[in-house]
């Protein structure tokens, strides 16, 4: 399985951004996309998850309204769309994927990409 995380950059707060990921290597029917996100000197820490198959979403509270989670069945890719970023939203950004269930722990996700840097400025 390889995932390929992209779109990050600088962005004024209150802008937005939207971050893809491109997945290959097998069938992910049965597989749940998620995004986490890690700042400097913090832990990763669970953004959204979407089910590929039945597109079910999962937000961490404090993006709750204002990101929103995505998937292109037919092209295998996986969205973060970002609205109203804060600077506290300022971290690298990865997509990870998992079978079977949702998770929001980082340790239960078995595939990751490389992860790309979001940063909002004040």
């Known amino acids: 399985v390889q995932l390929q995380a992209s779109g990050g950059g600088l962005v004024q707060a209150g802008g937005s951004l939207r971050l893809s990921c491109a997945a290959s290597?097998?069938?992910?029917?049965?597989?749940?996309m998620a995004w986490f996100r890690q700042a400097p000197g913090k832990e990763r820490e669970f953004v959204a998850y979407?089910?590929?198959?039945?597109?079910?979403?999962s937000y961490a509270d404090s993006v709750k309204g204002r990101f929103t989670v995505s998937r292109d069945t037919n092209k295998n890719m996986v969205f973060l769309q970002m609205n109203s970023l804060k600077p506290v939203d300022t971290a690298v950004y990865f997509c990870?994927?998992?079978?079977?269930?949702?998770?929001?722990?980082?340790?239960?996700?078995?595939?990751w990409g490389q992860g790309t840097q979001v940063t909002v400025s004040s």
């Open positions: 290597g097998r069938t992910f029917w049965n597989y749940y």
């Open positions: 979407i089910s590929w198959n039945r597109g079910t979403t």
């Open positions: 990870a994927t998992r079978e079977a269930e949702g998770m929001t722990t980082p340790g239960r996700y078995n595939y």
